[in-house]
């Protein structure tokens, strides 16, 4: 049993920056990646980055480059720092867990998402 839960989501101009957090608390021991999506209106979630305890990353196609996850697997917390933000970064941002032996293509565990709204 784990649980996430996000922060750092707020409303912000065009071109500024955010870091997004999501500490995970109860069975962290069995957690081997953790990762962010997002869900725009309209669409469906996509997925953001992602990132193992032993520090391997995978990007999703649609940031560019602008974004950047890390870990801090001391306190079983990720952190996605967000860069030169735009409209289209609006969406709710969501941390994901999954758990060591769980080779399936789909996540284990979700938080609640935080919201992020990017405007001119």
């Known amino acids: 049993q784990v649980q996430l839960v996000e922060s750092g989501g707020g409303s912000v101009q065009v071109g500024e920056s955010l870091s997004l957090s999501c500490a995970a608390s109860?069975?962290?021991?069995?957690?081997?990646?953790m990762g962010w999506y997002r869900r725009a209106p309209g669409t469906q979630r996509d997925l953001i980055a992602s990132?193992?305890?032993?520090?391997?990353?995978n990007y999703g196609q649609s940031v560019s480059g602008r974004f950047a996850i890390s870990r801090d697997n001391a306190k079983a917390t990720i952190h996605l720092q967000m860069n030169n933000l735009t409209p289209e970064d609006t969406a709710v941002y969501y941390c994901?867990?999954?758990?060591?032996?769980?080779?399936?293509?789909?996540?284990?565990?979700w938080g609640r998402g935080t919201q992020v709204t990017v405007s001119s």
């Open positions: 990132i193992t305890t032993r520090g391997i990353k």
């Open positions: 994901s867990a999954k758990e060591w032996g769980d080779y399936s293509e789909s996540v284990g565990y």
């Open positions: 109860g069975n962290t021991g069995s957690i081997n990646a």
